[in-house]
């Protein structure tokens, strides 16, 4: 069955601390996609990024990196010197051909990330 | 210029009523979807329209009918509201082509409060 766990269901940094979130994905494709989505406070869902199986390589956008490594099923992102406005909830999600296509995103629970002053 | 778009923002309504939501997207998307996060912040999809033709339908009640009058728009229509209705429903859409750079990565609108009373 496909499955996204994030373990973590709340962290609480300071700011100026790196956090990792981590994401641990279950799936029975050979291709699939993997996502990170932010929903502030405000409520909205804000597509980060999109990784494909195929495509392992590490991904860094200012504060933020990616790590995937299909050998442990995970897929965690970095935020380095965290900001308050980093507080958000974080969701991972997965979509694959066997899962009802890859259009069809599975998301995890989602980790909430409080960053204080 | 908003690229998804829902309305209304909140929703507030006595139990057995009809209701509906609007979305629109601008960005020239061919998919569109529908999807409603429960109070704990779980998000799943309901409904997903390629082109005006149903392609993903979850195991939502019959009470829930989506329309897509063309590839722009998707409309969430309800029927005789429950209590258990209460929820955030977000629309989403994406580009659908396999293979182009952007596929699959889908794009949310601001979501609906919707209360049942």
């Known amino acids: 069955a496909q499955k996204v766990t994030q373990a973590q269901t709340e962290i609480s940094v300071v700011e100026k601390e790196d956090v990792t979130l981590d994401c641990v994905y279950e799936?029975?494709?050979?291709?699939?996609?993997l996502f990170w989505y932010k929903q502030p406070p405000s409520g909205e869902l804000v597509f980060l990024i999109r990784?494909?199986?195929?495509?392992?390589q590490n991904e860094i956008s200012g504060r933020y990196s990616w790590n995937f490594q299909k050998s442990t099923s995970s897929f965690n992102f970095t935020i380095t010197a965290s900001q308050v406005v980093d507080s958000a909830v974080y969701f991972c999600?997965?979509?694959?051909?066997?899962?009802?296509?890859?259009?069809?995103?599975?998301f995890g629970a989602g980790t909430r990330l409080a960053v204080h002053p | 210029d908003t690229a998804v778009s829902q309305t209304p923002k909140y929703l507030v309504t006595q139990m057995g009523n009809d209701k509906s939501i609007k979305c629109e997207q601008n960005?020239?998307?061919?998919?569109m979807y529908w999807y409603k996060q429960d109070s704990k912040k779980f998000l799943k999809i309901m409904f997903s329209?390629?082109?005006?033709?149903?392609?993903i339908n979850e195991t939502v009640p019959n009470r829930f009918s989506p329309k897509s009058p063309d590839k722009a728009h998707l409309n969430l229509h309800i029927n005789s509201l429950e209590l258990g209705d209460s929820a955030v429903y977000f629309c989403?859409?994406?580009?659908?082509?396999?293979?182009?750079?952007?596929?699959?990565?889908?794009?949310f609108g601001p979501g609906t409060r919707l209360t049942v009373l």
């Open positions: 799936t029975r494709d050979t291709t699939y996609y």
């Open positions: 960005l020239g998307h061919d998919t």
């Open positions: 989403a859409s994406s580009q659908g082509v396999a293979g182009s750079s952007s596929y699959n990565e889908q794009f």
């Open positions: 990784r494909n199986s195929f495509d392992e």
């Open positions: 999600a997965l979509s694959g051909l066997f899962s009802g296509g890859y259009n069809k995103l599975i």
């Open positions: 329209y390629n082109n005006k033709e149903l392609i």
